[in-house]
Each structure stands twice: as C-alpha cells, then as structure tokens.
C-alpha cells in the first residue's frame, strides 16, 4: 500500500483529507477537467484559467497545485472525479468541477477542515511534550480511515477471553483440589 507523505504546511496537511473538493471554472473557453489549450504547461498555449469557487483551499491555489490534490483523493478513497464533481469524463465540455450539486463535495469539505483540525492537536500535543518533532510527525489522511473506500469501513475487534487465574472460581487449588471445594 501506497504510503503519501506530505510536508508539514497548512497546504501540506489539508491535500489529503477527504474526497475531492472544488477545482476549475465551468467549460469556458473549452477548458473543462484540465484539459484548456496548453493547460498552463511549458512549451505552449495559454494559462489555465483560475480555479472558481474554492472554499477550503487558498484562492489563489493553481490548476498545477489542486490536481495533485484531487489525485491523491481519488487514490485514497479510489473513486474518480465524479463523486464528489459534476464530471461525464476526461474532456468532456459537460464537466463543472466548481458547481455544487454532489454533497459529496461538501461531506469532503468539512472532512479536509476535519484532518486539518486532527493534525494540527496532534502536532500542538506531540510539541507540548518538549520532544523535538520536525516533520516527524504522523498527519492523519484520508487515507487513515477510507483505506480505498468511499465510505470508511471500521472492522470490529473482538479482544480474546481472559485467560484463567490460578485460584479463580473452577481453578484447583494449589493442593489440586478444586478451589472453594471439599478435601
């Protein structure tokens, strides 16, 4: 299993929380999932226009900056684009990552403000201890609990009976008797 790791900024700590989360403007311009003329890429075209409608990333986040993001989504919970975004697939003019008409994409909001929220006690109660953490750090990712799956799927553990003391009920007794019984 694929383990990602991610430094240990706002940015860094919000990438893996939940499923996707906002991306590009609508099919404008014949921009629709990425895939504008050039994309912003070296070597040509035009730069790719700004995201619309982010509420949990920085506005100023770029199309090169949230698809690493998204992708990181997508392997943790392995869905695609369209669960959380209204999506028809990879160049479709149809595609409008900003709409919000899945509530999945909200669900994945408050999830992101969730794990940023986890991650930052954990890293206030770990620097409290006086240990010096760096980026040493554990985060918790969506990944920690999705495990590959939509909806987290928590396995119960049962723990195993306790094992019999010498001298409990039924036990016998150091004489061979059992305990409490006649000799």
Not at 27 to 50: D, H, L, M, S, T
Not at 55 to 78: D, N, S
Not at 134 to 162: F, L, M, S
Request: with cysteine.
């Amino acid at each position: 299993m694929k383990q990602l790791r991610f430094g240990a900024t706002l940015f860094g700590a919000v990438i893996l929380a939940a499923a996707v989360v906002s991306a590009q403007a609508p099919a404008a311009g014949g921009q629709g999932g990425g895939q504008g003329a050039g994309g912003g890429r070296a070597g040509g075209g035009q730069a790719a226009a700004p995201l619309q409608n982010l509420k949990v990333f920085p506005k100023e986040t770029t199309q090169a900056q949230i698809l690493p993001t998204m992708r990181a989504f997508e392997g943790a919970l392995q869905v695609e684009c369209g669960h959380c975004h209204q999506w028809e697939g990879q160049g479709n003019p149809t595609n409008n990552f900003a709409a919000d008409v899945k509530p999945q994409k909200e669900i994945a909001r408050a999830m992101i403000r969730m794990v940023d929220s986890i991650n930052q006690q954990i890293q206030a109660g770990v620097s409290a201890t006086g240990l010096r953490t760096g980026d040493a750090v554990q985060k918790v990712t969506c990944a920690t609990c999705h495990r590959g799956k939509p909806i987290p799927q928590v396995e119960t553990y049962n723990p195993p009976a306790p094992a019999a003391r010498p001298g409990g009920a039924g036990a016998p007794a150091p004489g061979g008797a059992p305990a409490g019984g006649r000799q």
